[in-house]
T-cell receptor, first 114, second 116 residues
Framework: DTGVSQDPRHKITKRGQNVTFRCDPI?????LYWYRQTLGQGPEFLTY????????KSRLLSDRFSAERPKGSFSTLEIQRTEQGDSAMYLC????????????FGEGSRLTVL | AQTVTQSQPEMSVQEAETVTLSCTYD???????LFWYKQPPSRQMILVIR??????QNATENRFSVNFQKAAKSFSLKISDSQLGDAAMYFC?????????????FGRGTSLIVHP
């Protein structure tokens, strides 16, 4: 399977715990995006990597959120001290260097904070 | 900042009929991309169709076509001969091509229900 993969698909945690999500993009894609999607909403941008450099961060990405992309391959999104408002689907997408602009999405990681 | 508005939270269509989903956007740029993405239940989002703003011809992909009205900043999606497998959330998205942010901005989505 050469698509974008995300792990875990579902995570249930208690408020205050830390969680980490992983995204493996399509191998030849150098651009990687994290979005958050809540019920009834479209994807909201969180952060963007080009290779290993984190080039943009949304104001939604509070200091409890951190994302990395070491070596420009897979990426991790960590949420510290989770709150109930963090419950959402976290989507990862990747894009190659072509000019078409199409994003290729993973199936998402659903977080439920109790 | 660019905004994308989908004013129809839900639409329904009979199988084999045609349905149009609406999208408007706000931008001061002259060149950009517009997209429609489909998100089936519990499945990943996939691209349905793409339009480049400088191209006057409306994009078409099989049963899917767009009506791109640049002056009106409108980008609607027409699905012809609707099939049960078309049932999904549909998201309109905008992405700058030059200057500004290259981050795609999405609308809130339209849920399409297809009745057999």
């Amino acid at each position: 399977d050469t698509g974008v993969s995300q792990d875990p698909r579902h995570k249930i945690t208690k408020r205050g715990q830390n969680v980490t999500f992983r995204c493996d993009p399509i191998s030849e894609h150098n651009r990687l995006y994290w979005y958050r999607q809540t019920l009834g909403q479209g994807p909201e941008f969180l952060t963007y990597f080009q290779n290993e450099a984190q080039l943009e961060k949304s104001r939604l990405l509070s200091d409890r959120f951190s994302a990395e992309r070491p070596k420009g391959s897979f990426s991790t999104l960590e949420i510290q001290r989770t709150e109930q408002g963090d419950s959402a689907m976290y989507l990862c997408a990747s894009r190659g260097q072509g000019y078409t602009g199409e994003l290729f999405f993973g199936e998402g990681s659903r977080l439920t904070v109790l | 900042a660019q905004t994308v508005t989908q004013s129809q939270p839900e639409m329904s269509v009979q199988e084999a009929e045609t349905v149009t989903l609406s999208c408007t956007y706000d931008t001061s740029e002259s060149d950009y991309y517009l997209f429609w993405y489909k998100q089936p239940p519990s499945r990943q989002m996939i691209l349905v169709i793409r339009q480049e703003a400088y191209k006057q011809q409306n994009a078409t992909e099989n049963r899917f076509s767009v009506n791109f009205q640049k002056a009106a900043k409108s980008f609607s999606l027409k699905i012809s001969d609707s099939q049960l497998g078309d049932a999904a959330m549909y998201f309109c998205a905008y992405r700058s091509k030059s200057g500004g942010s290259y981050i795609p901005t999405f609308g809130r989505g339209t849920s399409l229900i297809v009745h057999p």
